[in-house]
């Protein structure tokens, strides 16, 4: 039977106890005997120490250093007994049944028919579970859903039924390129800490083995894939990185660059810099959304009236010949902003590459710091 935490009324119940850290042995005996263990590696009991003895295991095993420091003891303890014979024999009672159990269980062959013990589809179904269980209380939060709500609410207010008109525009492209951001974000900072945070847990495992409807669902997929895409990076740096603060700090940098070459804020590179831009996924998957809401025939947006745009803005309403237009095709805004290098089948498989490439680069260091031990 496994505790988490017992009150001082149930610790007394105990006759055995194990008490284990990050997966390692750090004590088995009687329950009785854990206060000297704990006085024999020089962590003894203060005299006045009137409550609850899990409470002191527990303190004594959040700081790191001391739980090391007994992780270690324990196992240079059984160092000659690694298959536990000794422990078994020790503490098993001594009624015919356990004896006959235990002479089974002891002199039996170790045996594997095969490398993990649970099939590929236990384990994505187990951890999927696991991952989402984790993960419900902060997502469901309140905190969360308030900022949720605020953000859709403040969209709504400030890009709801946008025009097609030419003073609105720039309007509709910031919307674009917000949405797709702010997947982007929230992707990236949960996975650059998901493995700094659960490093041990996957040792521990590790070592047990155990709109027009069609352009809305286009327009998901594309966020989605950025949003995977952007969490493959941050597998990349959380794998790499162990530091917490210095994944942190190196992938917002990281972003920083992705953003400002993704196309929305710097559109014109300087000369001998402009194949930098190609390094960026966000310039694909933003590609891949202006050509979804902007390279179709319904996307004629309707040119400005006088006085509409900025002093000094000319209107892109005026062809080359001084030929007059009443609208202006989705398309040519487009290509005005030099997004149609690629057809969009071209950027999908460019922003698909990115997502698997860097997520295979970052299982090597993943493997790497999960099996240093």
């Not at 149930?10 to 854990?34: C, I, S």
Request: proline letters at 4%.
């Amino acid at each position: 039977m496994v505790v988490h935490q017992p009150s001082s009324e149930v610790f007394e119940t105990f006759d055995k106890l194990m008490v284990m850290a990050d997966g390692h042995m750090v004590y088995f005996g009687e329950r009785a005997g854990v206060v000297d263990y704990l006085a024999d590696q020089g962590y003894k009991c203060p005299p006045n120490f009137n409550f609850n003895l899990a409470n002191y295991a527990l303190e004594l095993l959040n700081d790191n250093t001391i739980k090391q420091k007994l992780i270690n003891a324990y196992t240079h303890k059984t160092r000659d007994d690694p298959t536990g014979k000794q422990i078994v024999e020790k503490y098993s009672r001594r009624t015919r049944a356990d004896n006959q159990l235990n002479n089974t269980i002891l002199n039996a062959p170790v045996t594997s028919e095969r490398r993990w013990e649970a099939t590929f589809l236990q384990q994505l179904s187990i951890l999927t579970e696991r991952n989402f269980k984790q993960s419900k209380k902060t997502m469901l939060s309140r905190i969360s859903i308030s900022i949720a709500i605020t953000l859709t609410i403040s969209c709504i207010i400030i890009w709801f039924q946008i025009p097609f008109a030419e003073p609105n525009i720039d309007d509709r492209i910031s919307n674009i390129f917000f949405g797709n951001m702010d997947w982007i974000f929230h992707a990236f900072g949960r996975s650059v800490l998901s493995i700094p945070l659960e490093l041990d847990m996957l040792m521990k495992e590790r070592q047990s083995r155990s709109y027009h409807f069609g352009r809305f669902v286009a327009y998901l997929v594309v966020v989605l894939l950025s949003a995977i895409t952007s969490q493959s990076f941050g597998y990349l740096f959380g794998a790499t990185i162990l530091n917490v603060q210095k994944s942190i700090s190196v992938g917002l940098v990281f972003m920083v660059i992705v953003t400002l070459l993704g196309g929305f804020y710097v559109k014109q590179l300087p000369t001998g810099l402009t194949w930098l831009k190609y390094l960026s996924f966000l310039k694909y998957s933003y590609s891949l959304l202006m050509q979804i809401q902007f390279d179709s025939p319904k996307a004629q947006f309707r040119c400005a009236r006088p006085g509409e745009l900025p002093a000094g803005k000319l209107s892109m309403c005026n062809a080359g010949d001084n030929t007059p237009m009443s609208s202006i095709p989705g398309i040519s805004i487009i290509e005005n902003l030099g997004l149609n290098e690629l057809p969009w089948y071209a950027n999908l498989i460019v922003l698909l590459g990115f997502c698997i490439v860097v997520r295979v680069l970052a299982y090597y260091p993943l493997r790497k710091n999960s099996s240093r031990d």
